[in-house]
């Protein structure tokens, strides 16, 4: 008999959402319980080995499923309540696979539609990636063991998992702290795609552990492993790469020079990673420190020409973000000068180190023309290089300024980040500014991009501040409505104000909302 999924026995208790009234769209877009590495400077080092899942693509079949799932979801009859209306829609494997997609954050949700899908559906079968993505959603969540029981369905299925499969797994269990149980997964793969398990899927087992901080564990494997997966430049970069991020740049520099002496030949690549490692976490206090950061750096481009090697766009865009941290205008300004004219090109994340630079350093009107001069070049501004600006503007009180600048985007079709968007709303609600502000609101929930509860906090005390205690109270109201709950002292401070202005009925219709919740 073949191996059947119990969605009885998937209680969720630990992590089961709880179902407020936000909108479809707010579980669709949010990725809140992703496990991701710690955010790294905005550049490329090394390529992407993450196996790729389908993404988010227009279905309105999809929107339709996942909406009504979500709406008339009863988190006590799993398969009684919103699955009975989806009897008679047609299932195919595209429409699965985005409906998972859209449900990747309700995970108790997704397993339902993915059990009913399989078992309800006469001659619809799931294919590896419908699997793939449910193996996704579920490690995301950390229940590992209905993991491995889709692995298992899927091999007495025939449905063979394949090193995609596997390498989606032991991602979720790296990035769970689960090493031990990620390396005996490696281990086992051979046993369900039965083929030999190749060098790639060794190299993304040591770039996994590396991205998610176990650079020492990486290298033990490495080391045990050097009889079966000879070691190349690629796997000695990874290594490099993972001792850096964990701020160790001298084991990075053995490595390095451990694969040198192997008769390996390091390319711009493996650089990179080194000099940014040397650069990124140094503290850059006054005088000697910074001067050897640099002084390392230099050498090592020095390194790289004399190797016949010449530094790319990311090598010099690494050292401008030193520059800028250590609050270093005029050499950035150098250095830009310098790479443009050896011919290499800036890209948006070089651009913005120089401005950030400039900003902090109070020279607005020279960031502005690095802003022009980028803009004149074809290369399109990010939000980020935006809030270079904004962080200036807004502790200078420079409401005309930030406005333009906002304008500016519009005008460059540069959509603003929520942090953007929540940035301008404080700023503009510190200086009176509310009928900017509610403009710049408006275009936020048009873009789609929010409002969060950062959002609506910043909004709310900015009224509290002008003492709009009646219009403080509509937004509490909305935010609450919007599956948000406010924090106490928000709470607090509008009651106050509510009993000053005489309003206890409106803090009385307030309250059965909140214990409505």
Same mark, same amino acid.
């Given at each position: 008999?073949?191996?059947?999924?119990?969605?009885?026995?998937?209680?969720?208790?630990?992590?089961?959402?709880?179902?407020?009234?936000?909108?479809?769209?707010?579980?669709?877009?949010?990725?809140?319980?992703?496990?991701?590495?710690?955010?790294?400077?905005?550049?490329?080092?090394?390529?992407?080995?993450?196996?790729? @899942?389908?993404?988010?693509?227009?279905?309105?079949?999809?929107?339709?499923?996942?909406?009504?799932?979500?709406?008339?979801?009863?988190?006590?009859?799993?398969?009684?309540?919103?699955?009975?209306?989806?009897?008679?829609?047609?299932?195919?494997?595209?429409?699965?696979?985005?409906?998972?997609?859209?449900?990747?954050?309700?995970?108790?949700?997704?397993?339902?539609?993915?059990?009913?899908?399989?078992?309800?559906?006469?001659?619809?079968?799931?294919?590896?990636?419908?699997?793939?993505?449910?193996?996704?959603?579920?490690?995301?969540?950390?229940?590992?063991?209905?993991?491995?029981?889709?692995?298992?369905?899927?091999?007495?299925?025939?449905?063979?998992?394949?090193?995609?499969?596997?390498?989606? @797994?032991?991602?979720?269990?790296?990035?769970?702290?689960?090493?031990?149980?990620?390396?005996?997964?490696?281990?086992?793969?051979?046993?369900?795609?039965?083929?030999?398990?190749?060098?790639?899927?060794?190299?993304?087992?040591?770039?996994?552990?590396?991205?998610?901080?176990?650079?020492?564990?990486?290298?033990?494997?490495?080391?045990?492993?050097?009889?079966?997966?000879?070691?190349?430049?690629?796997?000695?970069?990874?290594?490099?790469?993972?001792?850096?991020?964990?701020?160790?740049?001298?084991?990075?520099?053995?490595?390095?020079?451990?694969?040198?002496?192997?008769?390996?030949?390091?390319?711009?690549?493996?650089?990179?990673? =080194?000099?940014?490692?040397?650069?990124?976490?140094?503290?850059?206090?006054?005088?000697?420190?910074?001067?050897?950061?640099?002084?390392?750096?230099?050498?090592?481009?020095?390194?790289?020409?004399?190797?016949?090697?010449?530094?790319?766009?990311?090598?010099?865009?690494?050292?401008?973000?030193?520059?800028?941290?250590?609050?270093?205008?005029?050499?950035?300004?150098?250095?830009?000068?310098?790479?443009?004219?050896?011919?290499?090109?800036?890209?948006?994340?070089?651009?913005?180190?120089?401005?950030?630079?400039?900003?902090?350093?109070?020279?607005?009107?020279?960031?502005?023309?690095? =802003?022009?001069?980028?803009?004149?070049?074809?290369?399109?501004?990010?939000?980020?290089?935006?809030?270079?600006?904004?962080?200036?503007?807004?502790?200078?009180?420079?409401?005309?300024?930030?406005?333009?600048?906002?304008?500016?985007?519009?005008?460059?079709?540069?959509?603003?980040? =929520?942090?953007?968007?929540?940035?301008?709303?404080?700023?503009?609600?510190?200086?009176?500014?509310?009928?900017?502000?509610?403009?710049?609101?408006?275009?936020?929930?048009?873009?789609?991009?929010?409002?969060?509860?950062?959002?609506?906090?910043?909004?709310?005390?900015?009224?509290?501040?002008?003492?709009?205690?009646?219009?403080?109270?509509?937004?509490?109201?909305?935010?609450?409505?919007?599956?948000?709950?406010?924090?106490?002292?928000?709470?607090?401070?509008?009651?106050?104000?509510?009993?000053?202005?005489?309003? @206890?009925?409106?803090?009385?219709?307030?309250?059965?909302?909140?214990?409505?919740?």
């Amino acid at each position: 008999m073949a191996f059947r999924l119990v969605p009885r026995c998937f209680l969720f208790t630990s992590f089961a959402p709880k179902f407020s009234k936000r909108s479809f769209s707010s579980y669709v877009s949010s990725d809140s319980i992703e496990l991701s590495p710690a955010n790294e400077l905005q550049l490329e080092f090394t390529e992407d080995l993450t196996p790729s @899942l389908p993404s988010l693509k227009t279905s309105n079949d999809a929107n339709m499923v996942a909406k009504l799932l979500i709406e008339h979801h009863d988190p006590y009859h799993v398969m009684k309540s919103a699955l009975l209306h989806l009897n008679g829609i047609r299932i195919s494997s595209e429409l699965v696979q985005q409906t998972l997609v859209r449900l990747k954050n309700v995970p108790k949700i997704a397993l339902g539609f993915f059990v009913w899908a399989k078992e309800q559906q006469p001659g619809y079968r799931h294919d590896v990636v419908a699997y793939d993505m449910m193996i996704d959603i579920m490690g995301k969540v950390r229940e590992f063991d209905v993991a491995w029981q889709l692995i298992l369905e899927m091999d007495q299925l025939g449905i063979k998992p394949t090193s995609k499969t596997f390498g989606i @797994l032991f991602r979720r269990l790296i990035a769970a702290g689960l090493t031990r149980q990620a390396i005996r997964a490696f281990d086992d793969m051979e046993r369900f795609i039965e083929t030999e398990t190749g060098r790639e899927d060794f190299v993304y087992l040591l770039d996994t552990l590396c991205k998610y901080g176990y650079a020492k564990l990486a290298t033990e494997i490495f080391n045990q492993r050097q009889f079966r997966f000879e070691p190349d430049t690629q796997m000695y970069t990874i290594l490099i790469s993972g001792w850096c991020k964990m701020n160790r740049p001298e084991m990075a520099e053995k490595f390095f020079r451990e694969m040198v002496d192997h008769g390996l030949e390091p390319n711009v690549v493996t650089y990179n990673v =080194l000099l940014n490692g040397i650069c990124r976490r140094s503290v850059l206090s006054p005088g000697t420190r910074f001067e050897g950061i640099i002084q390392k750096a230099e050498n090592l481009l020095d390194e790289m020409q004399k190797r016949g090697i010449e530094p790319d766009v990311t090598s010099y865009s690494i050292v401008l973000h030193v520059y800028s941290r250590a609050h270093k205008p005029d050499l950035s300004l150098d250095k830009l000068s310098s790479m443009k004219e050896k011919g290499i090109c800036p890209t948006v994340a070089t651009y913005t180190s120089v401005i950030k630079c400039l900003c902090s350093c109070g020279r607005l009107e020279d960031a502005e023309e690095i =802003l022009n001069e980028m803009v004149a070049n074809g290369v399109s501004p990010s939000p980020t290089t935006f809030d270079c600006f904004f962080k200036e503007f807004r502790a200078r009180k420079h409401a005309d300024n930030a406005f333009k600048l906002y304008k500016k985007m519009e005008d460059l079709s540069c959509t603003p980040s =929520l942090y953007t968007y929540n940035t301008l709303i404080g700023a503009f609600s510190r200086l009176n500014k509310m009928e900017i502000v509610r403009e710049i609101w408006n275009d936020m929930k048009e873009n789609g991009a929010g409002p969060d509860s950062d959002s609506y906090t910043l909004l709310i005390h900015g009224l509290y501040e002008k003492q709009k205690w009646g219009e403080a109270c509509e937004f509490v109201v909305e935010m609450i409505e919007s599956g948000f709950h406010p924090q106490k002292i928000t709470l607090e401070t509008l009651y106050k104000g509510l009993i000053r202005a005489d309003m @206890l009925t409106s803090w009385r219709r307030l309250k059965k909302k909140l214990e409505a919740v």
